[in-house]
């Protein structure tokens, strides 16, 4: 049988509430074994620890680059606090979702582009400070992200994480790569047009590869409406991580591969990404 870890699903999203252990269920079910509940601020940190409790799952805690413009000043310190109070709880396994998202056109200019690189910074060397790993959002970032990551650990120095929903270049790829991260594919890899996502999703080291769905955004080419459609009326079918494996025989298929050798591997993979996972899989 073949076991599937979900290493970035937002179960705590509004989409997924009062239902998101029904949810979980229907994960679990399809063979989804564990997944990682990433928060977004500092006011959904208790929400992602107890959801991540009650499921047996795990947690990370971060401010994401959206989050930046309407986090306090003290978010920071609050997020140090957090850390280091939780830092014997075992299902806390990251620092994220954090990183630099520049698709967004006020997050571009100052004074906004300044403001969440230095949350981006900062919440590095806190992961630094509490030896924890990173889950990256780079969007349309990937260079800068990069750099800061250099700069943060400087002399060549290594991370453990996850450059998750990663959609860069080859030599992006493997300069993540070399500093010890993990890349996270999801549904994006699904749709036929994304032929340069598709061909690094079925070239790169099967070691350096996670699964994820982003549940409930990113949803694969089987759950996505056209705005036609919308208008026709037709509903935008949700997101969730009971799609995972059939997201991963697509990836499958594209390396060439079985269905259970890439279950193994990206299982594999994300272990080594989130050290503390392991007790959490294996127990």
Not at 61 to 70: A, E, F, T
Not at 78 to 105: N, R, S, T
Not at 212 to 217: K, L, V
Request: glycine share 6%; net charge neutral.
């Amino acid at each position: 049988m073949s076991f599937w870890i979900d290493t970035h699903c937002h179960l705590d999203a509004q989409e997924f509430w009062p239902l998101a252990h029904a949810v979980r269920a229907r994960a679990a079910i399809n063979n989804v074994v564990h997944c990682v509940l990433p928060a977004v601020e500092v006011g959904n940190f208790d929400t992602v620890r107890e959801l991540a409790h009650s499921t047996g799952d795990s947690y990370a805690l971060g401010i994401h680059p959206l989050y930046v413009r309407r986090a306090q000043d003290d978010a920071l310190d609050h997020l140090d606090a957090a850390l280091a109070q939780q830092q014997g709880d075992p299902h806390l396994v990251a620092i994220g979702e954090i990183g630099l998202d520049y698709f967004v056109p006020e997050l571009c200019v100052s004074p906004q582009r300044e403001r969440q690189e230095h949350f981006f910074r900062s919440q590095l060397k806190l992961a630094r400070k509490h030896g924890l790993p990173v889950i990256l959002h780079s969007r349309r970032s990937v260079d800068r992200v990069l750099k800061a990551l250099r700069d943060v650990a400087a002399r060549g120095g290594q991370w453990h994480g996850i450059a998750h929903a990663f959609n860069g270049s080859e030599q992006q790829a493997r300069a993540f790569i070399a500093m010890g991260f993990k890349l996270g594919f999801g549904g994006a890899l699904t749709y036929e047009r994304a032929l340069q996502l598709r061909r690094l999703a079925a070239s790169l080291p099967l070691e350096s590869i996670v699964l994820e769905t982003d549940a409930p955004d990113m949803p694969p080419h089987w759950l996505y409406k056209t705005a036609e459609q919308r208008a026709a009326g037709a509903a935008q079918a949700r997101n969730e991580p009971a799609e995972l494996p059939r997201i991963g025989a697509e990836l499958a298929a594209l390396r060439g591969i079985s269905f259970e050798e890439l279950a193994e591997a990206t299982t594999r993979n994300a272990l080594a990404a989130l050290p503390r996972l392991r007790a959490l899989v294996h127990g």
